[in-house]
C-alpha cells in the first residue's frame, strides 16, 4: 500500500528515465541494507524511491519543495527529514542522524558512480564488478565527475565505516538487485 501511494508519487513528478532508475536503485539499495544492518527494509526503501523527488520538476529547490509536497501527501515528520537531509551542506540544512539518513546520503551520490561504471563494462552490469575496478573508477575524479567523491567519502565517515566498506556493500546491494530492477524499468516502459 506505502509502496504503491510512493510510487504513484514518484511518477507524478518525475518523468525522465534516469531519474526513475535513480530512484528505483536507491530504494533496493536501501532496503538492501535496512535488511543488512536489522531495520524496517520497507520504510528504508520507500526513503530511497522517494528521496529525489522534488529533484527533476525543482532542482532549484530541491529538498526544500519536497517539504511541501510531502506534507500535503500527509508523510510524517520522520519521512520528510530523513529525505531533505541528503542534501544537508548542499541544498539544506538538515544534518543526517539516523543510521538510515547516513545510508542515504553516502549511496546517493555512489549508486550513481558504480551505474556509470557498469555502463561501461562489456557486460554493461554490475554483476561482474570487482571491488578493485570500482576503487580505481572512484580515484579517476574524471570520470564520471558529476558524482561527487567528497560526499561518498563524508558518507562513510558519518557511517563510522572505510571507505573499502561502504564501495563493497554498496556493489553487493546493485548486484543483488540489478535484475529485478531492469524487470520494473522494462514494465514502466
Ligand atoms: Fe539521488
Same mark, same amino acid.
Given at each position: 500500500?506505502?509502496?504503491?501511494?510512493?510510487?504513484?508519487?514518484?511518477?507524478?513528478?518525475?518523468?525522465?528515465?534516469?531519474?526513475?532508475?535513480?530512484?528505483?536503485?536507491?530504494?533496493?539499495?536501501?532496503?538492501?541494507?535496512?535488511?543488512?544492518?536489522? @531495520? $524496517?527494509? !520497507?520504510?528504508?526503501?520507500? +526513503?530511497?524511491?522517494?528521496?529525489?523527488?522534488?529533484?527533476?520538476?525543482?532542482?532549484? %529547490? &530541491?529538498?526544500?519543495?519536497?517539504?511541501?509536497?510531502?506534507?500535503?501527501?500527509? @508523510? $510524517?515528520? !520522520?519521512?520528510?527529514?530523513? +529525505?531533505?537531509?541528503?542534501?544537508?551542506?548542499?541544498?539544506?540544512?538538515?544534518?543526517? %542522524? &539516523?543510521?538510515?539518513?547516513?545510508?542515504?546520503?553516502?549511496?546517493?551520490?555512489?549508486?550513481?558512480?558504480?551505474?556509470?561504471?557498469?555502463?561501461?563494462?562489456?557486460?554493461?552490469?554490475?554483476?561482474?564488478?570487482?571491488?578493485?575496478?570500482?576503487?580505481?573508477?572512484?580515484?579517476?575524479?574524471?570520470?564520471?565527475?558529476?558524482?561527487?567523491?567528497?560526499?561518498?567519502?563524508?558518507?562513510?565517515?558519518?557511517?563510522?565505516?572505510?571507505?573499502?566498506?561502504?564501495?563493497?556493500?554498496?556493489?553487493?546491494?546493485?548486484?543483488?538487485?540489478?535484475?529485478?530492477?531492469?524487470?520494473?524499468?522494462?514494465?514502466?516502459?
Amino acid at each position: 500500500m506505502e509502496r504503491e501511494k510512493a510510487l504513484k508519487l514518484l511518477m507524478k513528478y518525475n518523468k525522465e528515465n534516469f531519474h526513475i532508475q535513480h530512484a528505483l536503485t536507491v530504494e533496493e539499495v536501501m532496503k538492501w541494507y535496512a535488511s543488512e544492518l536489522g @531495520y $524496517d527494509a !520497507d520504510y528504508w526503501g520507500i +526513503i530511497g524511491l522517494l528521496h529525489d523527488l522534488d529533484y527533476e520538476m525543482y532542482p532549484q %529547490e &530541491h529538498c526544500i519543495k519536497v517539504v511541501e509536497i510531502l506534507q500535503s501527501e500527509n @508523510y $510524517d515528520e !520522520d519521512v520528510i527529514h530523513a +529525505i531533505c537531509s541528503h542534501a544537508y551542506n548542499i541544498m539544506v540544512d538538515v544534518k543526517p %542522524e &539516523h543510521e538510515m539518513e547516513k545510508v542515504l546520503y553516502a549511496v546517493d551520490e555512489l549508486t550513481g558512480l558504480i551505474g556509470a561504471a557498469a555502463r561501461m563494462r562489456p557486460s554493461g552490469s554490475v554483476s561482474d564488478m570487482e571491488l578493485k575496478s570500482l576503487k580505481k573508477k572512484f580515484k579517476d575524479k574524471a570520470f564520471a565527475a558529476g558524482c561527487s567523491r567528497d560526499i561518498i567519502t563524508n558518507g562513510a565517515e558519518m557511517l563510522g565505516w572505510d571507505l573499502d566498506k561502504l564501495l563493497s556493500m554498496t556493489l553487493e546491494a546493485m548486484r543483488a538487485s540489478e535484475n529485478h530492477i531492469s524487470e520494473q524499468m522494462s514494465n514502466i516502459y
